[in-house]
Structure formats: C-alpha cells, structure tokens
C-alpha cells in the first residue's frame, strides 16, 4: 500500500515536473499560448498547474497588449493603448508603454502643427520670394535704363560743360578786343579833339588873314585916292596900289571861302568828336558788358565743370546701385530657390507625419499648447 502511494506520488512528481518543462520552455520560445491540462492533476499539483496557466495567461495578454501598441505605433497610430488592471512588472510595462506613447503622441503632434506652419511660412515665404524676384527684376530693368539715361545725361552735360569752357575763353576773348577797342576809341577821341583845337586855330588864323586882307584894301584904297590927288606923277603908284587892292580882295574873298569851309569842318568835327565820345561811351559800356558777360560765362563754366562732377558721382552711384540690385536679384533667385527646396521638404515631412494618427482631442490640446 505505502509503495502503492509512493509510485503515484512519484508518477504524479514526473508529470508535473514535464508539464513545467514543457510550458518553460513554451515561454522561453516567447510562446505564452501554452497552456497546462489541469484536469490531468489533483490537489496541490493542479493547483500549480491552474497558477502556471494564470502566469502563461496574464503574461500572454500583457505581451499581447504590448504588440498590438506597437503594431499600432508601426502603422501610424497612435490612439491605441494598454489597458487592464495588472500588476508588479505587467503594470509597469502598461505604464511605461502607454507613457512611450503619450509622449510619442505629443512629439509626433508638435512635429505635425510644426510642419503645418512650417509649410504655410515655406509658401509664403516662397509666394514673397516670387514678388520679390519679380520686383527685383523690375527695378533692375528701370535702374538699367536710367544708367543708360545717367550715361548721356553725362555725355551731354560734359559737352555743355565744354561748351561753356569755349565760350568763356571766346568771351575773355572779345573782353581783349573790346578793350583794345575802347582804347582806340580813346585815342580816336583824343586825336578828334586835337583836330577840332587845330581847326579853330586855323579859324583863327584865318580871320587875321582876313582881317590883315580887309586893311589891306582899306590901305589900297587910300593909296588909290592919294595918287589920283599926286596927278601925273602918282599914276605908277595908282596902278600898284590897284593891282594891291585886287589881290587884298581876292585873299579876302579866299580867306572868306576858307573861313567858310574851316568852320563847316570845325562843324563836322566837332559832330564827329560828339559821335566819337559817345562811341567811347558805348564801347566803355560794351567792355563793362563784355567783363560782366566773361563773369557769368565763367560762373557758368564752373558751375558746368561742377555739375559734370555731381552727375558723374550720381552716374557712379547708378551704376553701383544697378550692379547692387543685380546682386540682389541673385540673391532673391537663391533665396527663392531655397524657399521652394524648403517647401518641397516642408511638403515631405507634412507627409510622412500625417501617416500618424491621433485622437481629435490631443490635436486641439496641441494647437493650443504650440499657439
């Protein structure tokens, strides 16, 4: 009877002890499916077996739970979580795995609002880029044409610049001749009034002459009447003194003639000297004029030679302001060329965060908690 007992007890021992072979090594192959037979053992013995299919059991929901999370996470969604009332390490895997997931589920929703914004700034910024370049190419257009225009404006104003240097020489010029002719007009004055002086002596002159010639008659005449008294022996004298008295007349009617044409010419001098004063007065007033004429002329030519300075200086200044924008423009081709590289990636990433899926509520929890 007692070998009886001891035979089934060690039968009993045998098989339980291969049961818990058998389901150890179920679990060590990360097979917790298996289950034990627990109708095959009574009392103690089917007690552990009815404890290793509860430890089989719960560890196969626990891990069971955990691979649906993270064949959840692998597919893109992110609403699935662990759930359950277990304990020890069970309930910290729970914890763990579903705080894995909280915290996925807030970067991966950051990262999506981010990329959102992300993509409407790449847009706008590649949309700006565009009006940029366009205005860009505008004012590149409009600056090349008033370089070009700078250019002749330049041109121009150099050649007026010498222009106005040639008239200032030709205006100092006539300023030389116009005195020169001043001071010939001077002396044109001066020898008029030495003629008109010279003409009244000869007047003068003249009138002695006439006057010598008009005694002269009287003398003859009184010569005549004492030799017509004398009778025979004046006649000789008579005819003397009367030959005298005919020439006295005839230089009195020569001085007379001459007297006459003297003052008629003394007339015409004294007409030419006013005329020559009053051409000294103009010429004096011609040389004043051509002097203020050579000043302005020469305020104008500086003012020129400056003005050819200034527009050369804005000249360069539009030229370096054209080669400036230039540059500009090829910045902004870059930068745009940026904006849409960063637009197509912006794009990328909106793609491959969307493939997550989140609960409704967290993504408004998100946007509230980024804005």
Known sequence: MISQSINDVRASLLSINGEIKRLASAAAAGDFSARGDETAFEHDFRQIVVDLNHLMSTSDKSLGEVSQVLQAIASGDLTTRMHGTSSGVFARMRDDANTTV????????????????????????????????????????????????????????????????????????????????????????????????????????????????????ILALNAAVEAARAGEQGRGFAVVASEVRTLAQRSSGAAKEIKGLIAASVGKVAEGSALVRKAGTTMTEIVASVNRVTDIMGEITAASSEQSAGIEQVNQTVIQMDETTQQNAALVEEAMAAARAMEKQSSTLTQLVSQFQLEPATEQQLVRHVA
């Open 102 to 217: 909280d915290r996925l589920t807030d970067i991966v929703g950051r990262i999506q609002h981010s990329s959102s914004e992300i993509d409407t700034a790449a847009g706008e910024i590649a949309a700006g880029n565009q009006d940029l370049s366009r205005r860009t190419e505008l004012q590149a257009a409009n600056l090349e044409e008033t370089a070009a225009s700078m250019e002749e404006l330049t041109a121009t104003v150099k050649q007026n610049a010498e222009h106005a240097r040639q008239a200032n020489a030709l205006a100092r010029s006539a300023a030389g001749v116009a005195s020169q002719g001043g001071e010939v007009v001077s002396q044109v004055v001066g020898t008029m009034s030495g003629i008109e002086t010279s003409s009244k002596k000869i007047a003068e002159i003249i009138s002695v002459i006439d006057g010598i010639a008009f005694q002269t008659n």
